[in-house]
């Protein structure tokens, strides 16, 4: 059975740090890339980071970049997202889904994406 499940969540303040993690299982994770995506309350879901783990590279959304830092643990099957600096518009569920390494196209292009979490629930309050 395919699984990706997201932990880590939770309620801090701004300006304080969460760390997530993304624990896959079920398919061949080296075949993989790995992406971070957010939905917050009446929005569309967006990209937030992506790692490839065959040449090691990573983008960031805008808004993100600078606070945000995304690794990855072959060996364990996981991938993190460290998240400081949060700021209230940060708030959302956060969701790790993967996509094919061989995809060349926009990593946030969310239909390229074969697999998707449950998703954890990150607030940063004021």
């Known amino acids: 059975e395919v699984q990706l499940v997201e932990s880590g969540g939770g309620l801090v303040q701004a300006g304080g740090s969460l760390r997530l993690s993304c624990a896959a299982s079920g398919f061949a994770f080296h075949e993989y890339a790995i992406g971070w995506f957010r939905q917050a309350p009446g929005k569309e879901r967006e990209g937030v980071s992506y790692?490839?783990?065959?040449?090691?590279?990573?983008y960031y959304e805008d808004s993100v970049t600078g606070r945000f830092a995304i690794s990855s643990d072959n060996a364990k099957n996981t991938v993190s997202l460290q998240m400081n600096s949060l700021k209230p518009e940060d708030t959302a569920v956060y969701y790790c889904a993967a996509t094919p390494m061989w995809y060349s196209g926009s990593w946030t292009n969310q239909p390229e994406y074969d697999y998707w979490g449950q998703g954890t629930q990150v607030t940063v309050s004021s």
């Open positions: 790692i490839r783990g065959s040449d090691g590279s990573t």
